[in-house]
């Protein structure tokens, strides 16, 4: 696997290494030794399957606060979507920036996101499915998330928005949203 950082520290882009013959090929998604290298996320809880039916459709962006923190590794194994990290962790010199990049089923990118940060994704293509793995439990009454077009992110979403939930249109603003501690 390549890991390639990200502008938000403790973020990074992986990129399987496939290993082809004339059956197709072969490549690692998860090693807990290459993880723990990297000083990444080693045990996953939870996994969660995310399937967008409409082009534009935006889901996020999301966290988890409470203990253990909740680091997540993203695949998209159908269509392709970009992918979106936002750093709210206290004291960060990132805090409040932002990164993005395209995730597909032709890529195999995968997406490690650091505790602390928000994820979301837009969907580039009609029924786009993403697999995320979760370092932690879903916890109900410590889920959160800050607005998608909040000014002061300045997120730069590739397309008009097609389909958004109830619940994330109406996320805080950054200011509102209490740094990740």
């Known amino acids: ?11 990074y882009r992986i990129v399987p290494e496939l290993r082809a013959d004339a059956r197709g090929a072969f490549a690692r998604y998860f ?8 000083g990444l996320a080693q ?17 996020g962006m999301h966290f988890q606060r409470g203990t253990p923190q909740e680091a997540k590794l993203i695949r ?12 709210l962790r206290a004291g960060s ?8 990049l395209e995730i597909s089923a032709e890529n195999r990118t995968m997406v490690y996101c650091a505790p602390g940060c928000a994820h979301g994704f837009q969907t580039l293509q009609p029924n786009t499915e ?11 009454g410590q889920e ?25 249109n109406t ?11």
């Open 31 to 38: 090693c807990s030794r290459e993880f723990a290298s990297h």
């Open 171 to 181: 996320l805080p603003a950054l200011i509102d949203v209490v740094p990740y501690s």
């Open 144 to 168: 959160g998330g800050v607005h998608h077009g909040d000014p002061q992110l300045g997120i730069t979403w590739p397309l008009p928005v097609t389909a958004l939930s109830d619940r994330d």
């Open 130 to 140: 993403l697999i995320y793995l979760h370092s932690a439990e879903y916890a109900p």
């Open 93 to 100: 010199p990132s805090f409040g920036a932002w990164c993005g």
């Open 76 to 87: 998209c194994v159908s269509g392709a979507a970009y992918d979106v990290l936002v750093d």
């Open 1 to 11: 696997m390549i890991f390639e950082p990200l502008p938000l520290k403790g973020c």
């Open 43 to 59: 045990v996953w809880h939870q996994g969660n399957l995310s399937v967008s039916t409409l082009r534009g459709t935006l889901r």
